[in-house]
């Protein structure tokens, strides 16, 4: 099979869990207190036609990075990585240098959303991050949906890296509010180096008592927004777990994309990923 026919899911972690490492995990967070390693995951891909997969950093060490490409080395599942390195070290272009060399390496990602609210905007972030072209590598955007502007901010500054916005930006389902969401959404599609992932959804909604429906305003959104050359599925896993099985992540955007064509179809479940991060 040709890596553009490939289906990938472009969002998992990885992790031995470690309460102080991962204390972001609070106890309403049980179910997923414990390991998850390629091994758990390969079989729920078969199971779910899902030919491999992105591991993405959920620890902002350079120890996770190196995790993260030794899982890739020894698991074929794993298609690519988005490690983490310090965007602010005066060492980054040396840090970039060594990663960059990794076939494996993708990307890089911060944790912004535990950030202040303007801190992707901020110069010298800005700075860190526009680094990462130089290196071949791309962005991961993770926020909260009230960090839109300096993600945007953040984009307009660096017109030539690729971007792609995590969880789309994590609005707030749950109660059901779209704006001002959906219009910085729009402002953040308008700059075509941006992509966007479906992924993250259900953990921003009710856990025990979500419906699809609940999720397709938001998908009408970010679909005509960023269109299906720019969007791609992610399921989060494991931390999907905490509102719903594998197959019922998957399910949310089957259902909403059932009437699209085939080649729509393969670009949202695949290829876009392998283009983006050029797997």
Avoid at 52 to 79: M, N, P, W, Y
Avoid at 130 to 152: N, S, T
Avoid at 214 to 221: C, G, K, M, R, T
Avoid at 238 to 245: A, I, Y
């Amino acid at each position: 099979m040709k890596s553009s026919d490939w289906r990938i899911d472009a969002h998992q972690h990885f992790w031995h869990y470690d309460p102080i490492k991962d204390a972001w995990i609070d106890e309403i967070m049980s179910r997923i207190k414990q390991d998850f390693l390629p091994e758990d995951l390969e079989p729920v891909l078969k199971l779910n036609d899902i030919d491999g997969c992105v591991a993405v950093q959920a620890s902002q060490t350079e120890l996770e990075t190196e995790f993260l490409i030794g899982l890739a080395q020894r698991h074929d599942i794993i298609k690519g990585v988005v490690g983490w390195v310090n965007l602010l070290a005066p060492d980054l272009d040396e840090r970039l240098t060594y990663y960059s060399k990794d076939p494996y390496l993708k990307g890089i990602r911060h944790v912004a959303q535990g950030e202040s609210d303007d801190f992707l905007s901020r110069k010298d972030v800005k700075e860190g991050i526009g680094k990462l072209g130089k290196y071949d590598l791309v962005y991961d955007i993770l926020i909260f949906e009230r960090q839109l502007p300096a993600a945007i901010d953040l984009v307009k500054s660096c017109p030539d890296l690729p971007f792609v916005l995590d969880h789309i930006a994590k609005p707030l389902i749950k109660d059901q509010v779209i704006s001002p969401w959906k219009e910085n959404i729009k402002e953040l599609a308008a700059f075509d180096n941006v992509m966007c992932k479906v992924s993250g959804m259900v953990t921003e909604a009710d856990w025990k008592g979500w419906r699809r429906e609940d999720f397709e305003p938001y998908l009408d959104v970010v679909f005509e927004a960023f269109g299906a050359d720019r969007i791609m599925f992610g399921s989060d896993w494991p931390v999907c777990l905490l509102g719903g099985e594998y197959s019922e992540i998957k399910g949310i955007l089957s259902t909403y994309t059932e009437s699209f064509s085939s080649e729509e179809k393969r670009k949202i479940w695949g290829a876009n990923a392998v283009r983006f991060y050029k797997l």
